[in-house]
Nanobody, 122 residues
Framework: QVQLVESGGGLVQPGGSLRLSCAAS????????MAWYRQAPGKQREFVAS???????LYTASVEGRFTISRGNAKNTVYLQMTTLKPEDTAVYYC????????????????WGQGTQVTVSA
C-alpha cells in the first residue's frame, strides 16, 4: 500500500510564502513523476506543477515564476515552494504520484494524498 502525506499548509498574508511537503511511503520501487494539484471551493481540481524522476518540471501559467517544485532530500519526497502568494492561490493542495511501481506485481498506479489547506488572506 502506498501513502502520500502532505504537510506545510496554513494561513498566510498576500505576498507571503509557504513550502508544502509531500512524502510517499510504502513498498515503492519507482515513481515516474510527482505533482501538485489544487482545488478551490466550488472549482474543479487543477494542475499546479510536476516533476519527473529525471528532473523535468512543468508549471501551470498562473504560478510560473512564483512556485518551485523540487525533490526532497529523502527518497520519494517533493516540495512546493510558493512565493508571492495571492488570494486566488487559496485552495486545498493535493500531492500526486504517477506511474508508481511497487514490489507487488501489477500495473503502474496513480496515488493521491489527502490534501493540505492553503489560505491566502489579509
Amino acid at each position: 500500500q502506498v501513502q502520500l502525506v502532505e504537510s506545510g499548509g496554513g494561513l498566510v498574508q498576500p505576498g507571503g510564502s509557504l513550502r508544502l511537503s509531500c512524502a510517499a511511503s510504502g513498498s515503492i520501487l519507482s515513481i515516474n513523476s510527482m505533482a501538485w494539484y489544487r482545488q478551490a471551493p466550488g472549482k474543479q481540481r487543477e494542475f499546479v506543477a510536476s516533476r519527473t524522476s529525471g528532473g523535468y518540471t512543468l508549471y501551470t501559467a498562473s504560478v510560473e515564476g512564483r512556485f518551485t517544485i523540487s525533490r526532497g532530500n529523502a527518497k520519494n519526497t517533493v516540495y512546493l515552494q510558493m512565493t508571492t502568494l495571492k488570494p486566488e492561490d487559496t485552495a486545498v493542495y493535493y500531492c500526486n504520484a504517477d506511474s508508481v511501481r511497487t514490489v507487488v506485481a501489477g500495473p503502474l498506479r496513480n496515488y493521491w494524498g489527502q490534501g493540505t489547506q492553503v489560505t491566502v488572506s489579509a
